[in-house]
């Protein structure tokens, strides 16, 4: 993910949800092995109260130039009908939108990671074009040195066809997105499922993992110089899992050259996430899963689609000390 890391980065916060509660979680780690939830493993901030579906999937943070964080999730709830929070199962006939449709994506900006901006964006409503949307996932944010905008990636699918990846331009106050969508990578076979882009840049590369609903299905890798466009499919399957996973999101291993993959295996019970580390983006050392290898989460279990960024030591003591943590 590229990002403006802080002068003196000596943390890393890791972002994520949970299928029970559909809100935000936050976890600290010194060393980037072992992570801790802050608020002993309850949510952060309630996806009753941030989303038009009450509730949050999918979210996505990084820091953006102006020394901000910017956070980015999917307005979801696939167990509102479950929770009473609507008489059915999807907002809109499952025949016609398939799956989890929605139609919004939550942007949320921040200075010190405890006070937070708030908007819900309809993609639907702002882009005429886009009006017959079947779904509006996994946005995530990345800064666009040759704009100098925050460019929005996500997943969209129209009506109930295949889900393809698309980029826009958000607003400066991190409120709405300015742009027509726009495809972002054209999958050689049209009727594949393709979502949960994450772009890192790496030298003068742009790398992109993104999953694909192959046989066998996973995490692909696509490369381009440039941020928005001429993506070059690989059909190398990067994880080494033999179950379905999702969620790429890369992260570097402070004052390294070691780049962290962490993946979503929604395909086993409970879910977990996955890691691979790599210094060339070409060979990938597996180091297991969340507690069963080299990566420890302390006191929760079973995240979902989370995102990983460096901070200093004055941002994440003050975080912990909002939230009566020690750290």
Same mark, same amino acid.
């Given at each position: 993910?590229?990002?403006? $890391?802080?002068?003196?980065?000596?943390?890393?916060?890791?972002?994520?949800?949970?299928?029970?509660?559909?809100?935000? !979680?936050?976890?600290?780690?010194?060393?980037?092995?072992?992570?801790?939830?802050?608020?002993?493993?309850?949510?952060?901030?309630? +996806?009753?109260?941030?989303?038009?579906?009450?509730?949050?999937?999918?979210?996505?943070?990084?820091? +953006?130039?102006?020394?901000?964080?910017?956070?980015?999730?999917?307005?979801?709830?696939?167990?509102?009908?479950?929770?009473?929070?609507?008489?059915?199962?999807?907002?809109?006939?499952?025949?016609?939108?398939?799956?989890?449709?929605?139609?919004?994506?939550?942007?949320?900006?921040?200075?010190?990671?405890?006070?937070?901006?708030?908007?819900?964006?309809?993609?639907?409503?702002?882009?005429?074009?886009?009006? &017959?949307?079947?779904?509006?996932?996994?946005?995530?944010?990345?800064?666009?040195?040759?704009?100098?905008?925050?460019?929005?990636?996500?997943?969209?699918?129209?009506?109930?066809?295949?889900?393809?990846?698309?980029?826009?331009?958000?607003?400066?106050?991190?409120?709405?997105?300015?742009?027509?969508?726009?495809?972002?990578? %054209? !999958?050689?076979?049209?009727?594949?499922?393709?979502?949960?882009?994450?772009?890192?840049?790496?030298?003068?590369?742009?790398?992109?993992?993104?999953?694909?609903?192959? $046989?066998?299905? +996973?995490?692909?890798?696509?490369?381009?110089?440039?941020?928005?466009?001429?993506?070059?499919?690989?059909?190398?399957?990067?994880?080494?899992?033999?179950?379905?996973?999702?969620?790429?999101?890369?992260?570097?291993?402070?004052?390294?050259?070691? !780049?962290?993959?962490?993946? &979503?295996?929604?395909?086993?019970?409970?879910?977990?996430?996955?890691?691979?580390? $790599?210094?060339?983006?070409?060979?990938? %050392?597996?180091?297991?899963?969340?507690?069963?290898?080299?990566? %420890?989460?302390?006191?929760?279990?079973?995240?979902?689609? +989370?995102?990983?960024?460096?901070?200093?030591?004055?941002?994440? %003591?003050?975080?912990?000390?909002?939230?009566?943590?020690?750290?």
């Amino acid at each position: 993910m590229l990002q403006t $890391t802080p002068a003196d980065p000596s943390a890393y916060l890791f972002v994520y949800f949970k299928d029970d509660t559909h809100s935000v !979680y936050f976890a600290l780690s010194h060393d980037g092995y072992s992570f801790t939830d802050i608020n002993d493993a309850k949510p952060v901030m309630n +996806g009753r109260d941030l989303a038009e579906q009450k509730g949050i999937r999918d979210p996505h943070i990084m820091r +953006g130039p102006d020394g901000a964080f910017y956070m980015a999730m999917t307005d979801l709830h696939i167990y509102a009908q479950q929770a009473g929070l609507r008489d059915t199962e999807w907002e809109r006939p499952g025949e016609l939108y398939e799956w989890g449709n929605n139609r919004a994506l939550i942007f949320m900006k921040s200075t010190d990671l405890i006070h937070w901006s708030h908007a819900i964006f309809r993609v639907d409503q702002a882009f005429p074009e886009m009006a &017959d949307i079947g779904c509006a996932w996994a946005p995530e944010t990345i800064y666009d040195e040759a704009t100098g905008k925050l460019m929005v990636y996500f997943t969209i699918r129209f009506g109930n066809g295949p889900n393809m990846l698309y980029y826009s331009y958000a607003d400066d106050d991190f409120t709405k997105l300015e742009t027509t969508p726009r495809p972002l990578f %054209k !999958y050689p076979r049209e009727n594949v499922n393709v979502i949960d882009a994450d772009i890192t840049k790496v030298g003068d590369k742009f790398h992109m993992f993104y999953v694909a609903h192959e $046989t066998p299905g +996973g995490l692909r890798q696509a490369v381009s110089d440039q941020i928005n466009e001429g993506y070059v499919y690989n059909p190398a399957k990067i994880d080494p899992e033999n179950a379905p996973c999702e969620a790429p999101n890369v992260w570097r291993r402070l004052d390294t050259d070691t !780049y962290v993959l962490m993946y &979503d295996i929604f395909g086993i019970e409970p879910h977990n996430f996955g890691f691979s580390e $790599t210094t060339d983006f070409v060979h990938f %050392k597996d180091i297991g899963h969340f507690n069963n290898g080299a990566m %420890k989460a302390t006191n929760f279990a079973s995240p979902k689609h +989370g995102a990983i960024i460096p901070v200093t030591e004055s941002e994440a %003591k003050s975080l912990a000390a909002h939230w009566s943590f020690a750290f």
